[in-house]
């Protein structure tokens, strides 16, 4: 599963401020497909270790309060170079400094508000793609995807 897929969030401010069509437009028109999805709303300790890596820095405490304000979308993304591509997509953390035309440059309030979270290497991307998708929701579109 590595290295054609990346795993994207759509963070709480940009769900509540309706983007997450245009978002899910921009991701479809730069070639990504979308695997799987799901509309869900993080715990704090989920979050905790989702940003494991984070954990001591100044911003932490802040990041798990406002990924866990509201509901977010997430999703596999497949693509060739996926990382990459989508790292480019979305822009750099710092809007103010994100390329024009990329995700956060249009929709991200801020560096801690910033739209999106966007895996940074193709281990990452199956770590983050593992904690939030079961196997078979990895899957989805294969015809594995669950019944309601
Ligand atoms: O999301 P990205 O990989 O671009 O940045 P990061 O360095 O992995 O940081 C993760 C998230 O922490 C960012 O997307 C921001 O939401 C937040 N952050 C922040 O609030 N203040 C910073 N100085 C750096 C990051
Ligand atoms: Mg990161």
Redesign the pocket.
């Known amino acids: 599963m590595s290295g054609n897929i990346t795993f994207t969030m759509i ?1 709480p401010g940009a769900v509540q401020n309706e983007h997450i069509g245009p978002i899910l437009s921009m991701i479809n028109d730069a070639g990504f497909r979308i695997v799987s999805m799901k509309y869900v709303k993080l715990r704090t300790k989920q979050a905790e270790v989702f ?1 494991s890596v ?1 954990k001591g820095k100044p ?1 932490f405490k ?2 798990i309060k ?1 990924i866990t304000s509201g509901p977010v979308i997430a999703a596999i993304l497949e693509k060739e170079n996926a990382v990459q591509d989508y790292r480019e997509l979305i822009g ?2 710092d809007p103010t400094k994100a390329a024009e035309g990329t995700i956060r440059k249009l929709f991200a309030k801020s ?4 739209a999106v ?2 895996s ?1 290497s193709d281990e990452n991307a199956v770590r983050e793609c593992n904690f939030f998708f079961s196997y078979n929701e990895r899957f989805a579109q294969d015809g594995n995807c669950m019944s309601v």
């Open positions: 963070k940003y984070h911003f802040d990041l406002f750099t953390t560096i801690e508000h910033n979270h966007g940074d």
